[in-house]
Every structure is written in structure tokens, then in C-alpha cells.
């Protein structure tokens, strides 16, 4: 089934070890987003690419950046991670010009915890 | 970005229908919204999406006024199930989004 992939699910790192989550999706979607959710909170969006086009916005922190290297993957890379950047990290896709073209799909999540 | 607004949280019966209202007084005039279930651990699910007026699909119904400030999500004979997140967002299709609050859904027996 085509679908938004997030490895690894659970990640444990120390305070400033950098820390890449990684994220697939074969749904072939033109858009992907990362997200971040801490507990009880909406989920805030981190950046997003359209194709190549990286789009962040404005109140993400330095500290967050990504890569696509193509269609199908895109990595959320945390250069020094901090107490108050452990949340969950959510991958979305999306299809622009698609039947229900606002829909997002989203994957699992991958849950940061630093210690 | 618009800036949404829903109840943090509501409570209901199985059986009974849901109503649930998003304000999005700035939404731009390229915004969709849209509506989404999220459970615990997982990541947030599609319901619905509309642009004006009422959508209506095989689980929920979208209603959206013609000044498109608030829209509202309705659940038919909501089950235990049910139980939930649930969030609109608002934005356009080239990765512009904002999520609401959330509003905490509790589906009693």
C-alpha cells in the first residue's frame, strides 16, 4: 500500500548529539512537510518543500534543518538538540492538482526523546 | 497564515451527532479547510475538505458560511470510537498550513 513511511519510530538522543529522522513516502506527492507536536499541542509546522522548493517558516529555530534528496525522502536533521526539542516529528505528503488536493497525508511519527 | 480557533474539548453520547466549530477569521482567499482525527500516537488522519458552502462524505459533513470565518464539522451518530482529536486546518495547496488548537472529543456510553 502507498504510504508515508517515518524510521525510526522511537529515537533517544543526548543533549546537543545531532539527530537525523528520516522519512519516505511512495506516494509519489509533490509537497512533504515536518511538523513538530509536543504533548497536548497542535501540530506546528517546521518547513516544507514543494519539489525542490524548501519553504521554512519563519519561527523554526536554526537548530532545524532538512534535506530532499528526491521525490521519495526527506530527512529532519537537529544539529544540537535541546531538552525542549524532544516532541513527536510528523511527515506529511501532499498532492496538489490530486482529488482531495488539501488532503495530507501523514505518516506514523517518529517520537524524539533527549536526555 | 490564518489563525484558527476551536473548543478545547466536548463531550457526548454514542448515538448522537457532533458539532464541532472552527473560527478562521483571517483565512486568505486561496485557503482551503480542512479537518482532521488524530489519536493518541498516531498521526493525524483526513476527514473532510471544503472550500464554501457544504461538503458532505461517507463520515462527516463540512459546513462553511459565505464570510468562510468559521466552518463547522459534523459527526453523525458519533460511537466510543469517535473518541479523539480533532483539528482544522487552514491553508493552500502549496504547503501553506496552520493547524487549530484541536478540540478534544469524549464519546461516553
Known amino acids: 500500500d502507498a504510504m508515508v513511511i517515518q524510521n525510526p519510530r522511537y529515537q533517544v538522543t543526548q543533549f546537543g548529539k545531532p539527530v537525523t529522522l528520516s522519512c519516505s513516502q511512495t506516494l509519489n506527492h509533490n509537497v512533504m512537510y515536518w511538523y513538530q507536536q509536543k504533548s497536548s499541542q497542535a501540530p506546528k509546522l517546521l518547513f516544507h518543500y514543494y519539489d525542490k522548493d524548501f519553504n521554512n517558516e519563519a519561527d523554526t529555530p536554526d537548530n532545524f534543518q532538512s534535506r530532499r534528496p528526491n521525490t521519495s525522502f526527506c530527512f529532519l536533521d537537529i544539529r544540537s538538540p535541546g531538552l525542549g526539542d524532544a516532541a513527536m516529528y510528523l511527515c506529511?505528503?501532499?498532492?496538489?492538482?490530486?482529488?482531495?488536493?488539501?488532503?495530507?497525508?501523514f505518516g506514523p511519527g517518529t517520537r524524539l526523546t533527549v536526555t | 497564515l490564518a489563525k484558527t480557533t476551536q473548543p478545547i474539548s466536548m463531550d457526548s453520547y454514542e448515538g448522537q451527532e457532533v458539532n464541532i466549530t472552527c473560527s478562521h477569521n483571517?483565512?486568505?482567499?486561496?485557503?482551503?479547510i480542512t479537518w482532521y482525527q488524530q489519536f493518541p500516537s498516531q498521526g493525524p488522519r483526513f476527514i473532510i475538505q471544503g472550500y464554501k458552502t457544504k461538503v458532505t462524505n461517507e463520515v462527516a459533513s463540512l459546513f462553511i458560511p459565505a464570510d468562510r470565518k468559521s466552518s463547522t464539522l459534523s459527526l453523525p451518530r458519533v460511537s466510543l470510537s469517535d473518541t479523539a482529536v480533532y483539528y482544522c486546518?487552514?491553508?493552500?495547496?502549496?504547503?501553506?498550513?496552520?493547524f487549530g488548537d484541536g478540540t478534544t472529543l469524549t464519546v461516553k456510553p
Open positions: 506529511a505528503t501532499s498532492n496538489p492538482g490530486g482529488g482531495n488536493s488539501y488532503e495530507q497525508y
Open positions: 483571517n483565512i486568505a482567499t486561496n485557503d482551503y
Open positions: 486546518l487552514v491553508g493552500d495547496n502549496a504547503g501553506k498550513s496552520t
